[in-house]
Structures are given as structure tokens and as C-alpha cells.
């Protein structure tokens, strides 16, 4: 098992950056793919995006392509969400999740999740 812990959400204007993280504890951290998914309020949790056990492979959602990075640290046992050009919308609270699979948009993949972060962006 992993345990997974998010770190960095906070309030920011739109236009603004934040990057969270997600430090993971437990069974080695270079076993899983790691993923970012959102909540917002009265909304289904969505795919952010995800990165592959090593780092070779990432996926974006098309609405965050061009603003958020995701990367990881094997030898930190992390992974990061950086978010550049925020908007209004993309107001939620942020879980980094692990899977034992590909690292795939499909939440039902990710065994392991984080108790999330809460990001505000406001305009």
C-alpha cells in the first residue's frame, strides 16, 4: 500500500501559479503511476493528469494542456502539479492519486488517493 499526502493548495488570482505536491509514504513510490484529478463543487471528480512510473509518459486533460505540468521525484518519493495561468474554473480540490496501472484518465485505475488540496483562484 501507499499512502498519499497533498500539500500546496492555497487562494490565488486568476492568471496566477501554484504548485501543489503529493508525498507519498509506503510501498515504493516507483511502483505507481501517479495521477491528479479535481473536484468541484457540485461536480464530478475529473482527470487532470497523470505520469508514468518513471516519468517517460504524461497525460493531459485538453483543458489544462498548455497551463499544468505534472512531474515526479522517484528519490523524493513525490509528485507535482505545477499550475501556471490559472483560471476562475479551475477552482476545486485537488487528490493525487497511484496506480498499479498505465496511468490512465480512469479514476477507477487509481487504487490510492490522497485526502486532496483545495486551490481558489479567484478573478
Known amino acids: 500500500q501507499v499512502q498519499l499526502v497533498e500539500s500546496g493548495g492555497g487562494l490565488v488570482q486568476a492568471g496566477g501559479s501554484l504548485t501543489l505536491s503529493c508525498a507519498a509514504s509506503?510501498?515504493?513510490?516507483?511502483?505507481?503511476?501517479m495521477g491528479w484529478f479535481r473536484q468541484a463543487p457540485g461536480k464530478e471528480r475529473e482527470f487532470v493528469t497523470a505520469i508514468s512510473r518513471i516519468g517517460a509518459n504524461t497525460y493531459l486533460s485538453d483543458s489544462v494542456k498548455g497551463r499544468f505540468t505534472i512531474s515526479r521525484d522517484n528519490a523524493k518519493n513525490t509528485v507535482y502539479l505545477l499550475m501556471n495561468s490559472l483560471r476562475p474554473e479551475d477552482t476545486a480540490v485537488y487528490y493525487c492519486a497511484a496506480s498499479e496501472g498505465w496511468g490512465t484518465p480512469r479514476s477507477v485505475e487509481y487504487a490510492y488517493w490522497g485526502q486532496g488540496t483545495q486551490v481558489t483562484v479567484s478573478s
Open positions: 509506503g510501498r515504493a513510490f516507483s511502483s505507481y503511476a
